[in-house]
């Protein structure tokens, strides 16, 4: 064997190697052994559960609501008029200060991902009841996630 064979079986390898695979492709391989080239493309790794406890004041704000209630209502009609709007009233307003005294939980989704193009990258949804860990999916730009199938 000559120095150029030597010299050229290292070269063609390595040309080879980027004409199959270029460097900017983002090559990902399904379950089913299926290849899907996709650049906002990810893996899921892990799927975290969020829950976010809501305010626990619904004592507090059903007694407040009652008394403002209690209190507009006293101000409209007369005699027993105003006795009833005033009741009406604070029942109301008790209910709708329980209602935001309780308020402001809820739960979401935290996908951490291994996207196609080598990085990594965290999503959150609502719900993730579709995906597993493992799956491919696609995230598009306003962050909304979908299982590639």
Same mark, same amino acid.
């Given at each position: 064997?000559?120095?150029?064979?030597?010299?050229?079986?290292?070269?063609?390898?390595?040309?080879?190697?980027?004409?199959?695979?270029?460097?900017?492709?983002?090559?990902?391989?399904?379950?089913?052994?299926?290849?899907?080239?996709?650049?906002?493309?990810?893996?899921?790794?892990?799927?975290?559960?969020?829950?976010?406890?809501?305010?626990?004041?619904?004592?507090?704000?059903?007694?407040? #609501? *009652?008394?403002? &209630? !209690?209190?507009? +209502? =006293?101000?409209? @009609? $007369? /005699?027993? %008029?105003?006795?009833?709007?005033?009741?009406? #009233? *604070?029942?109301? &307003? !008790?209910?709708? +200060? =329980?209602?935001? @005294? $309780? /308020?402001? %939980?809820?739960?979401?989704?935290?996908?951490?991902?291994?996207?196609?193009? !080598?990085?990594?990258? =965290?999503?959150?949804? $609502?719900?993730?009841?579709?995906?597993?860990?493992?799956?491919?999916?696609?995230?598009?730009?306003?962050?909304?996630?979908?299982?590639?199938?």
């Amino acid at each position: 064997m000559n120095i150029k064979t030597v010299l050229s079986l290292p070269l063609a390898a390595l040309l080879a190697t980027a004409v199959a695979a270029p460097a900017s492709a983002a090559v990902l391989t399904r379950s089913d052994g299926i290849y899907v080239r996709c650049d906002q493309c990810g893996v899921v790794q892990s799927i975290e559960h969020n829950v976010t406890a809501g305010r626990d004041h619904g004592t507090a704000g059903a007694v407040i #609501g *009652a008394i403002a &209630g !209690g209190v507009l +209502g =006293n101000q409209v @009609g $007369k /005699g027993k %008029g105003r006795t009833l709007a005033t009741v009406g #009233g *604070a029942v109301g &307003g !008790g209910f709708a +200060g =329980n209602a935001i @005294g $309780k /308020g402001g %939980g809820g739960e979401s989704y935290t996908l951490r991902l291994k996207m196609g193009t !080598g990085g990594y990258t =965290n999503v959150q949804v $609502k719900d993730a009841s579709a995906i597993r860990e493992g799956d491919i999916v696609v995230v598009d730009d306003q962050g909304n996630v979908s299982r590639v199938q």
